[in-house]
């Protein structure tokens, strides 16, 4: 019958694990395991697996810890600048349309002027419509109008230190 239990069991496998086994253990140790059936099995049974392990920590690449912390920096990077630009992309988008409408109220109101100057140069520019509603709406609402742009000139300056204050962090 073979045995269950063997007192050097641990000792063996102290042995393999640390990697003493086979050429750097005593030979009182060799002794046992060629005597022992419990120990000799356990020999050829951890053995395969313990070389299977090293092989397997050998053949693995970590990163260095300096291309990992480079590869953090640039993410970081990456990450503020986008998040910097964000609200100057709003704020310019604002200041497009402020001054896209104010471009287009002057045209407007200065179109008679500039039909009669077109006129005395030989050119025959359309009509447009009466300008005088656009007027009269406008200064009917000149209050919230008036409200509405001291925001924006108020909003611009402070997203664009938002903005900036961002990108430090
Ligand atoms: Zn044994």
Same mark, same amino acid.
């Given at each position: ?54 092989? &397997? ?5 970590? !990163? ?22 964000? !609200?100057?992309?709003?704020? &310019? ?14 045209? &407007?109101?200065? +179109?008679?002027?500039?039909?009669? +100057? ?7 520019? !359309?009509?447009? !419509? ?40």
């Amino acid at each position: 019958m073979r045995p269950t239990e063997c007192p050097r069991e641990q000792d063996v496998m102290d042995a393999i694990a640390s990697g003493r086994w086979p050429h750097r253990c005593d030979a009182e140790l060799h002794a046992h395991v060629e005597a022992c059936d419990l120990c000799s099995d356990l020999a050829e049974v951890v053995v395969p697996i313990r070389d299977d392990f090293e092989q &397997t920590l050998y053949e693995a690449r970590v !990163p260095t810890a300096g291309a990992t912390w480079w590869r953090a920096q640039v993410r970081a990077r990456l990450e503020a600048r986008e998040a910097a630009s964000r !609200p100057i992309r709003a704020v &310019t988008a604002v200041a497009l349309a402020c001054s896209t409408g104010l471009l287009a109220a002057v045209l &407007t109101l200065a +179109w008679p002027w500039m039909r009669t +100057w077109l006129w005395a140069q030989g050119i025959d520019a !359309p009509v447009l !419509p009466d300008p005088s509603g656009v007027i009269a709406l406008l200064a009917g609402r000149g209050l919230p109008l008036a409200i509405g742009a001291a925001l924006i000139a108020l909003a611009a300056p402070v997203a664009l230190i938002l903005a900036l204050s961002e990108r430090r962090h």
